[in-house]
């Protein structure tokens, strides 16, 4: 008895040991998470103060905790301005867009893909489909610009030898939802085209072998049997995605249009919004904080929504 | 001979739509790549097509001064490359220390504050402070600004990256193994650095190589926290000098000497392209290796993310 007690004491010792030693292993990136994740989240307050500089010992927490509280004025003067609906207008209105036409490409691509017999030429394809998702967007904006630039693009000077005359594009709003969108495809269709891929490569073969006993032609198996068997990966995406409307891709809309000045109102966004009010000289940190208070909140509750209607459709495809 | 007995048995693909399938993909694809063999093309004609002609397929006139150019610049550039280099291999390597020890203990299914720590780090993928506070507390309390840490601290944990991680360790890694590294008396650090590393090395190449990546990739940090150009990397470079055509000219004192009596008749145009090159070849040349590595960390981290 005395032994058995004894062994318990010492294997509970060593239980306690080992929770240790494994606790000194999260502790780097708890450090982080607390530092760079957890604390900003505290910064929400000055979405609901008037942030001012304590001048008696300045510092960002005696200024948040020193500045008046003002409920909801920022989000008030957020909404107010005629500009704040425009970015809330392109934020969402790219993403619905860019949603739609990349579930639809991607999938189309990734059955085509699928579809191709020659196993190298396949292969090239999906090398060269996802090179794009490699580039970061400073490098596409200059790939644009190679198009685009004003005294020597290939589509500017083409337009000089055609017209005489050649659009100012980065000070013309007009082409810019299409060049975006453009290059939001380019960037990103071969990335979750792959990711459609490998969800059609997982499909069992058997299914395929029946249909083709049943005489189904190719059109059909894709129809019956490939699209269906897609379609938790379409939901996981959707409802990723649609999460994130209230966010757009800075790097996209801030490099590619080089941040020019004179097209704002189709290529601000919110994030494009919260950093131009950032940078700025006296720019209303209470303002740009509730911006991504805003942003945040509604991503979230957007979320919930997406998850419980494909829920409701389809019980197995929701996230959680 | 299995092939086409299956094939034949799926019905005669029709050959409209078997060239019509391939010609569709073969078009996107060229145009994934044109635009940097545009580049390239650039980078190599000469001043004076580029006045004459503009950007084109078909130069006048050839011409690697752009790339002699390159090389005499001197200062700024060796240095954003040097910053650039030394960003992605320290902080890659630290990103993935932290994120193996991380998922490693949130792999152990005798961690008691396993449930905990998943929580701790996912939570940060639903709701955040947001740009605006994250990057008061970066540059004021942590003093993020004008040094190298302000490049790699902030982009050094990803709650992806470890899902991928912990996805790699619990379909590699049988827990017998553990048990018996235990029971040999093992000590947790050296059954994790002896044992787990050397088995779990696919998943941590993946990890690895989405982590390079985005540090090589990265300028949004240094828009935010870098002012001093000492500190800028290569990418962040090539978006100055978009943003002010003469960004050479302003800052000769910076380039050195030598460089800024050149600067009369540099290349400019076709340098630019030259550095856009300088910075996608890496890339591109170890991009077709690690390919199956990216898409298989890619695939994890979407799906059980």
Known sequence: MAYRLGRKKKSSKRLIKKNVILLTMVLPTTIWLILLRYLPMFGITIAFKDYKIYTKAPGLINNVIHSKWVGFDNFKFLFATTDSLKMIRNTV???????????????????????????????????????????????????????????????????????????????????????????????????????????????????????????????????????????????????????????????????????????????????????????????????????????????????????????????????? | MKKRIGKSRLGKPSIISEISFYLILGMFCAACIIPFIFVVIISFSSESSIREIGYSFSPQEWSASAYEYVFQLGDQLWRSYFNSFFVTIVGTASSLLMTIMYSYALFRKDFKFRNFFTFFAFFTTLFGGGLAPTFMVCKQLLHLSNNYAALIVPALISPFNIIIMRTFFTTSIPEELIEAASIDGSGEYKTLFKIIIPIAKPGIATVGLLTALSYWSEWFLAMLYIKDSKYIPLQYLLMKMQNQADFLFKNASVIGVEASKMLRDLPSASLRMALVVFIVVPIAFAYPFFQRYIISGLTIGSVKG
């Open chain 1, 93 to 320: 209105g790219y993403n619905l867009l860019w949603i739609f036409l990349g579930l639809v490409i991607s999938v189309a691509f990734a059955i085509i893909l699928n579809e191709i017999t020659n196993k190298f030429v396949a292969k090239t394809y999906q090398t060269l489909m996802f090179f794009p998702y490699f580039i970061s967007w400073v490098v596409v904006s200059y790939f644009v610009m190679a198009l685009l630039d004003p005294t020597s693009g290939l589509i500017v000077k083409w337009q000089m030898s055609q017209y005489g005359e050649a659009t100012n594009w980065y000070h013309t709003s007009k082409p810019w939802p299409i060049i975006l969108t453009l290059a939001n495809l380019w960037k990103n269709t071969g990335y979750s085209c792959i990711l459609y891929l490998t969800a059609i490569t997982g499909i069992d073969k058997t299914q395929y072998e029946a249909a083709s006993i049943d005489g189904a032609t190719r059109w059909q198996r894709i129809k019956y049997v490939t699209l269906p068997n897609l379609r938790t990966m379409i939901a996981i995406l959707l409802i990723m995605n649609i999460s994130k409307i209230f966010n757009s891709d800075f790097g996209l809309f801030w490099n590619v249009p080089l941040a020019s000045g004179s097209i704002l109102d189709v290529t601000q966004t919110i994030d494009t919004y919260v950093y131009r009010a950032l940078s700025a000289t006296g720019g209303n940190l209470g303002m740009t904080t509730a911006a991504g208070v805003f942003q945040n909140v509604v991503g979230f509750v957007c979320m919930l929504i997406a998850n419980s209607v494909v829920k409701r459709i389809d019980a197995d495809s929701s996230l959680f």
